[in-house]
């Protein structure tokens, strides 16, 4: 059914407010800090670099106090979170090296929250605000639960803390609040706006049972709220030293500084780079189970002078499904490539970075939907699809400067893998769990250098894949394998990095199965795109084997190591679905690699050689791809790879040897 | 002055742009490749990395579409995309920049 404007949402529907516009609605109803221009100009340059750099360690202590205390495998060892430090109205001064894409709109949810809770009820010191609401801000589907503190120096709010996890179930009708069979919100975990859970230093225990009711596991969840209380306790006890050893408006100044620092540096690298515009697409195949729709995110990046402007015009509707997602979901695309194509060495302060970025796009298409739409899934897919396009994009402008190229990067695994686990564990308690193997995903090729094999993703640094052990220890289920894939990465004259595949079944739970939820697109077409001929990489490929031998394999003492070597009736999985595992069924998901850059048959042969002996490329893929004919002992065949070379180089092209069209 | 747009092409002060690898003339300022060869084929020949046909999960038509340098052949931009729409993928340098 379509969506149906909600009378009243319009209240929620946030978009970036301005300092002056905050603290005009704000008033009188809180005293917000300030410092004046003579402050930040009397810094020394010393001073200035201590406490910068006293705030990027905040955010690391942040992460590290969260991580110790979450009792979460997607936040203690897959990084599945961010924290970041933001001046009195919301402007992020520092955000963590964790999943940048989280921390993209805290400024929005922190401005909304002063213009609509300063009044009512009010914000004080030891007060905390959570927010799962992608239309305010704070993340990018309601999994991402942000919670967000007001830090007082002498009666003046002075700055916020704030921290943002993905929660692993928050309610909805599908286990992991990833609903696949969603047409909008209102199949999925409810939104909640910025709510006061935590009042004078106390969780206020009538919010918290409110929060915690809708979750199929609302201990763990319980759990990963006190670590982001005690996130952002440490950040306040640090910022609360620094304000004492240095004075509270020093350390205001260098906030400034930082975000006009971040802004000053960014227009100067911009103003190397020449003026021009780049048009990108990225897709989406399937908006729910059952769909077999192709969705589209179009951009058009305008550099002029020292100005960036991103303009979506072209972009699909929203859709009934769980793929769309909010103005925060666009924004939270955009920031974490401007980090690390743009920003490696300038700060990353997104308050002073957004100054230099103008951003046009239409309420009511994919990555800026109006509510009710399905957002269930917005992190990874079309928050994920708009960090695709804008990678294509950049990428386009750097290519065209000699020296800033070799920053660039091709796609990375272009979108995620998504597969859950849910139902009764090993120890007879109920689990809910997100399986984070594709933190490993292939980076994009370069300029100059082959994509990392599994090195990660681009918008989560510090992201990292769990061990086997890690998720077999805590979950009912065995692995078979965890490998890289040979071919997943795009071919070119530089090879995107290869993704690569996990292989388990369920085991040792009371129930004998598990529960399934898969939300894995890029099977239609393969979404991490090449760049200047590179080919994009492979597509996601999921395979569930029903009734195998596999425990007869066990009692054998073989461990299968091929689909091919574990019977049952196979099912290619489609995007999104929804199903029970039985004790003897097999699942296997392959995520993707990055993009390849170049021409591939300008490879070096020899290069092609060794990624067969490695695995990264099978024999097929170097004679059909590269046009590398090898010898038995895998070298490089010069003289055939010449003459095949130069054959394939017509035929891919559509023409025979006389340079006629083949179809002609 | 010329300026390498990436690593195929190159664009001259007269707005012209050549392919790097054999200065054949490929396009202009406003459409770098639009006297390149484009050819679109089934998604499975890109290769293995393809695991399977498309038509598996999506009803509209995807190719792989491939635009070469007319001379040299030299592969310049490669996507697998609905067949049925149009590349959205286009750059435009402003000239002299």
Redesign the interface.
């Given at each position: 059914m379509p969506v149906i404007p909600v009378a009243g949402s319009e209240e929620f529907a946030n978009l970036p407010t301005s300092p002056a516009e905050t603290r005009r609605i704000v008033g009188t109803a809180v005293k917000l800090h300030e410092v004046g221009q003579s402050v930040i100009d009397a810094l020394d340059p010393l001073t200035y670099e201590v406490i910068r750099h006293r705030l990027t360690s905040i955010t690391e202590e942040m992460g590290e106090a969260l991580k110790r205390m979450s009792g979460s495998v997607v936040v203690t060892d897959c990084n599945d979170f961010d924290a970041a430090i933001m001046d009195e109205v919301g402007d992020v001064v520092q955000v963590g090296l964790y999943n940048t894409e989280l921390a993209a709109s805290l400024d929005m949810a922190v401005s909304w929250t002063l213009r609509h809770r300063a009044a009512r009820p009010g914000i004080a010191p030891g007060d905390m605000f959570l927010c799962n609401d992608p239309w305010v801000g704070g993340g990018l589907h309601q999994n991402d639960v942000s919670l967000f503190a007001p830090l007082f120096i002498d009666g003046e709010l002075f700055a916020w803390t704030g921290a943002v996890a993905h929660q692993v179930d928050l309610g909805g009708v599908s286990p992991g609040s990833w609903s696949v069979a969603a047409t909008d919100v209102f199949w999925e975990s409810v939104p909640t706006p910025p709510v006061k859970i935590v009042e004078n230093g106390e969780i206020r225990d009538d919010i918290e049972d409110m929060y915690l009711r809708r979750s199929r596991v609302p201990k763990l969840v319980a759990l990963d709220l006190r670590a982001k209380i005690g996130a952002n306790n440490v950040a306040h006890e640090r910022l609360h030293a620094l304000c004492e050893k240095y004075g509270a408006a020093t350390v205001k100044a260098v906030m400034r500084r930082v975000l006009k620092d971040a802004e000053t540096r960014l227009r100067a690298k911009l103003s190397e780079l020449?003026?021009?515009?780049?048009?990108?697409?990225a897709?989406q195949?399937?908006a729910r189970s059952g769909d077999?729709?192709?969705y589209?995110i179009?951009c058009t990046l305008t550099k002029t002078r020292d100005t960036l402007t991103f303009d979506f015009t072209?972009t699909d509707p929203q859709v009934d499904g769980l793929i769309n997602c909010t103005y925060a979901g666009l924004r939270g695309g955009i920031m974490p490539v401007l980090l690390t194509t743009l920003c490696g060495d300038i700060p990353w302060a997104p308050g002073g970075l957004y100054r230099c970025v103008e951003i046009i796009s239409e309420p009511g298409t994919i990555n800026n939907c109006t509510f009710p739409s399905g957002i269930g899934k917005a992190s990874v897919a079309s928050a994920w699809a708009t960090t695709n396009v804008v990678t294509?994009c950049l990428a386009?402008l750097l290519?065209?400067h000699?020296e800033h190229r070799k920053r660039l990067m091709s796609v990375c695994c272009g979108t995620w893998d998504f597969a859950l686990l849910a139902g009764v564990d090993q120890r007879g308690g109920g689990f809910v769990t997100m399986l984070c193997d594709s933190m490993a995903g292939g980076l994009g090729a370069r300029?100059h250098s082959d994509g990392v094999d599994t090195g990660g993703l681009a918008c989560i640094p510090m992201g990292r894949v769990a061990d086997v052990e890690m998720n077999e220890f805590s979950f009912p289920m065995l692995y078979l394998w965890r490998r890289e894939e040979?071919?997943?990465?795009?071919?070119g004259?530089f090879r995107g990095g290869v993704g690569a595949s996990s292989c388990f079944i369920p085991y040792d739970s009371p129930l004998g199965g598990v529960h399934l939820v898969v939300s894995a697109p890029g099977?239609?077409?393969?979404l991490a795109?090449?760049?200047?001929?590179?080919?994009?990489?492979?597509?996601?490929?999921d395979v569930l084997l029903r009734s195998t031998s596999v425990h007869e394999d066990f009692a054998a003492g073989r461990i299968p190591a091929l689909l091919s070597e574990l019977g049952g009736e196979a099912e290619?999985i489609?995007?999104h679905h929804e199903t029970d595992l039985g004790s003897a069924d097999v699942y296997f998901t392959?995520w993707q690699?990055g993009g390849g850059?170049?021409?591939?048959?300008?490879r070096e042969p020899g290069a092609v050689a060794a990624d067969v002996i490695a695995h990264k490329v099978?024999v097929?893929?170097a004679h059909?791809?590269y046009g590398v004919v090898l010898a038995s002992d895998g070298t490089v065949d010069q003289d055939a790879t010449t003459s095949h070379r130069s054959a394939l180089?017509?035929s891919?092209?559509?023409?025979d040897s006389d340079r006629q069209e083949v179809n002609a | 002055m010329s300026?390498?747009?990436?690593?195929?092409l190159e664009q001259h002060s007269d707005g012209s742009v050549t392919c790097r690898h054999c200065s054949h003339l490929v396009g202009d300022a406003a459409a770098p490749m639009n006297a390149a060869?484009v050819?679109e084929?089934a998604?499975r020949?890109?290769?293995?990395?393809?695991?399977?046909d498309?038509a598996?999960?999506?009803?509209?038509p995807?190719v792989f579409r491939?635009t070469?340098c007319p001379e040299c052949?030299?592969?310049?931009?490669?996507?697998?995309?609905?067949g049925d729409?149009v590349?959205?993928?286009?750059?435009?340098?402003?000239v002299g920049?």
């Open positions: 020449p003026d021009g515009s780049w048009t990108s697409v897709h195949d399937s077999r729709g192709i589209k179009v072209g294509e386009g290519d065209a000699p300029t040979a071919d997943s990465g795009g071919p004259r099977k239609a077409l393969p795109g090449g760049l200047a001929g590179g080919l994009p990489a492979g597509t996601q490929h290619v489609p995007s392959h690699g850059y170049g021409d591939p048959l300008l099978s097929t893929g059909d791809v180089r017509l891919r092209a559509g023409l | 300026l390498f747009i990436d690593d195929n060869r050819t084929t998604p020949t890109a290769g293995p990395s393809v695991r399977e498309a598996l999960f999506a009803d509209r995807i491939r070469f052949l030299t592969l310049l931009q490669a996507e697998i995309v609905p729409e590349s959205s993928r286009h750059r435009s340098l402003i920049a």
